[in-house]
């Protein structure tokens, strides 16, 4: 059973859209929740989210964690073609060497 | 460095060769974690150190693989006798405490075994 789950993995939308995309984790020993883009280089930190119903925002990102329901979403408003990437999803550990379990990723493509 | 390096960012090797790849962490950053991604996949994880302690290795695949980090700053992901399993992009990340904290990636090794 994957302990990180991301939903859609695939997503094509249009310049302009508003896009959701959702990561539910398991709970064992939990203790962060972490939001990445990956183009064809470095994964990129997006957000980290600790406490439950706090919304981070940066411009156009948004993400917020639920740790009731064991989810998070990331909002993207006014999608770009730069916005175009796979989203990744980690759950960071608050136990042993606190190394994060990655989702599959969502891809995402924002066609003109 | 203004982030993790990465080196070489792309290696093909032939089945039986062994490889290493370097990683640079950002300056200061006390913990230092390497992954495996295959194609389509999130990152796995494979081993992390806190300075120069190997503290868990739990993700290696198998005795293969070997890591080290000699003086606590830059790292070596060596595998032995690689196979075509073992083609992947390999991502190391560093962060700057023992606990949890943003973990910031380099560019990856691209390996390809043939």
């Known amino acids: 059973e994957d302990k990180v789950v991301q939903s859609p993995l695939s997503l094509v939308v249009h310049e302009g859209d508003t896009v959701t995309l959702n990561c539910s984790y398991e709970?064992?020993?939990?203790?962060?929740l972490l939001w990445y883009k990956q183009e064809k280089k470095a994964p990129t930190f997006l957000f980290m989210l600790t406490s439950s119903g706090i919304e981070k925002k940066s411009g156009r990102l948004s993400s917020i964690l639920d740790k009731k329901e064991l989810f998070s979403i990331l909002n993207i408003t006014a999608t770009q073609t730069g916005d175009s990437a796979i989203y990744l999803c980690?759950?960071?550990?608050?136990?042993?060497?606190?190394?994060?379990?990655f989702g599959k990723g969502t891809k995402l493509s924002v066609i003109p | 460095g203004a982030g993790v390096s990465q080196s070489p960012r792309y290696k093909v090797a032939k089945r039986g060769q062994d490889v290493a790849l370097r990683c640079d962490p950002i300056?200061?950053?006390?913990?230092l974690f390497w992954y495996q991604q295959a194609l389509g996949q999130g990152p796995e994880f494979l081993t992390y150190?806190?300075?120069?302690?190997?503290?868990?290795k739990s993700g290696l695949p198998s005795d293969r693989f070997f890591a080290e980090r000699p003086e606590g700053s830059v790292s070596t992901l060596k595998i032995q006798r690689t196979q075509q399993e073992d083609s992947a992009v390999y991502l190391c990340a560093s962060s700057l405490g023992q606990l949890q904290e943003t973990q910031y990636f380099g560019p990856g090794t691209r390996l390809l075994v043939l």
């Open positions: 709970v064992t020993n939990f203790r962060s």
């Open positions: 300056s200061g950053h006390v913990s």
């Open positions: 980690a759950r960071g550990s608050g136990a042993g060497s606190y190394q994060l379990t």
């Open positions: 150190f806190q300075n120069e302690a190997q503290l868990d």
